[in-house]
C-alpha cells in the first residue's frame, strides 16, 4: 500500500498525464540522469511485458520509470519486492500465482503494513496493453537495491488501494480496519510479471 505524503510524482498514462505533488519537491524540479538500475519485465510465460529503469535525480531522488506491452487493461499495483529472483515455478501459497521467489515488498524500515519503501503508483494500462509511469520518490537511494539477494519489480493483477481502507474491512480483533489480504498486498491480488533489477556495467 502507498501514502502519498512523501512521494512527489507524475504518472503519465497513454496520451494523458497527471501529477500529484508529496512532501517531496515537484517532479518539474528534477532531471533524471542516465539510468543506474533496470529489469525487463517478464510475465509467467516468459514473455516480454515491459520494462522499468530507475535513475539518480537531483536532491536525493530517485526517478522510476515503467513501460508496459501485452498487459491486461485497467489499474495494475507496481511494487518492488525484497529479493531479485523472477521465479516463475514459485508459486505463492495465498494467491496461486508466480513469482513468489521475489519475496515480500522491499522495505527499509521494517514495516509490517502500509508505507513500505517500494511501493509505486499503479500502472495504468490501456486498451491496446501499453502503458508507463514515471514517479519520483525519496523512500530509497538506488545502491540499496543491490543488497546481497538484490531486488525485483512486480506487476500485480489488481489495483493497490493506495491505503484507502473500505468500512467493510475488519481486523482479526473485529474492529473496523484493514484485513489481512489488503495488509499484505493493498489488495492488488496476484502477481502478473516480474523482473529483477540490475545495474549497468562499468
Not at 497527471?18 to 532531471?31: C, E, K, L, M, W
Not at 520494462?51 to 508496459?68: S, W
Not at 511501493?119 to 540499496?144: C, H, K, Y
Request: hydrophobic share 35%; glycine share 14%.
Amino acid at each position: 500500500m502507498l501514502r502519498m505524503t512523501h512521494l512527489a510524482l507524475a504518472v503519465a498514462f497513454g496520451a494523458g498525464t497527471t501529477a500529484a505533488a508529496g512532501a517531496a519537491a515537484a517532479v518539474g524540479d528534477d532531471v533524471a540522469q542516465d539510468p543506474q538500475a533496470s529489469a525487463v519485465i517478464k510475465n509467467a510465460e516468459g514473455q516480454h511485458v515491459g520494462t522499468l529503469t530507475i535513475a539518480d535525480a537531483d536532491g536525493g531522488m530517485a526517478e522510476i520509470t515503467v513501460k508496459g506491452e501485452g498487459l491486461p487493461a485497467g489499474y495494475h499495483g507496481l511494487h518492488l519486492h525484497e529479493k531479485g529472483v523472477c521465479d516463475p515455478a514459485a508459486t505463492d501459497p495465498a494467491t496461486g500465482s508466480p513469482f513468489a521467489s521475489a519475496g515480500s515488498h522491499f522495505d527499509l524500515n521494517g514495516h509490517d503494513h502500509g508505507e513500505h519503501s517500494g511501493d509505486l503508483p499503479d500502472l495504468l494500462v490501456n486498451a491496446d496493453g501499453t502503458g508507463s509511469a514515471t514517479a519520483v520518490t525519496d523512500r530509497f537511494e538506488i545502491g540499496q537495491l543491490f543488497d546481497s539477494d538484490g531486488t525485483a519489480v512486480i506487476i500485480h493483477v489488481l489495483a493497490d488501494n493506495q491505503s484507502n481502507i473500505p468500512d467493510r474491512y475488519t481486523d482479526p480483533t473485529g474492529e473496523k480496519g484493514p484485513d489481512a489480504d489488503t495488509l499484505k498486498t493493498g489488495d492488488s491480488g496476484g502477481r502478473l510479471a516480474c523482473g529483477v533489477l540490475t545495474q549497468p556495467e562499468p
